[in-house]
């Protein structure tokens, strides 16, 4: 026995995973293999229906014989002739949705209704939210792990509100607080 058998049997007997992963793959590997080699014959040819047709067409039945009333004359072969020309104009967007299925206004089959607010009412709220956090009074701010504001006596962390306010930053001599979309910066006089 050759020095290269010796250690291939050692190291068989000393892992067991090993050799049976071993012995899969060259059961595998054999199957395979056999199959090829004991394969008889050559893999059958293609054939498909040479027939062209519009697109507007019905389909044909699945049969071996092409359906020669809708598309021309055949020959006895089954070629076709005398097709005529095929129509490729697009009739419609595709891109556009179809009413039927996505109906205007309408989510999920439910109604929605877009609220008309005016811009003025808009600019109005805005302005009112400003002015009264223009009338907070940040007295001082403590960056550390965890940064504070004294904002009207009251000790705020990131997170907690003031009048409706939420505070959403912290930084040196600044905060920012937020209410209703609306951020507002207020800083220390």
Not at 102 to 116: C, L, N, T
Not at 157 to 183: A, D, H, S
């Amino acid at each position: 026995m050759s020095n290269f058998q010796k250690q291939l049997l050692a190291e068989l007997k000393r892992d067991k995973k090993k050799t049976v992963i071993m012995a899969v793959l060259l059961l595998v590997a054999m199957v395979v293999i056999g199959r090829v080699v004991l394969k008889a014959g050559k893999p059958a040819t293609a054939s498909a229906d040479t027939t062209v047709r519009n697109s507007t067409d019905p389909q044909p039945a699945m049969s071996g014989e092409p359906d020669t009333a809708e598309t021309g004359e055949s020959d006895h072969d089954g070629k076709v002739r005398n097709l005529g020309p095929i129509d490729t104009t697009i009739t419609r967007d595709i891109f556009a949705t179809n009413p039927k299925y996505f109906p205007p206004g309408k989510i999920d089959g439910v109604p929605v209704e877009f609220a008309s607010v005016k811009t003025d009412d808009v600019a109005a709220e805005r302005e009112a939210i400003l002015a009264r956090a223009r009338e907070l009074t940040l007295q001082s701010t403590m960056l550390s792990a965890t940064p504070t504001a004294i904002i009207e006596g009251q000790v705020l962390r990131v997170g907690e509100t003031i009048n409706g306010y939420k505070v959403v930053e912290i930084g040196p001599r600044q905060c920012t607080l937020e209410k209703n979309g609306i951020r507002v910066s207020i800083a220390m006089k």
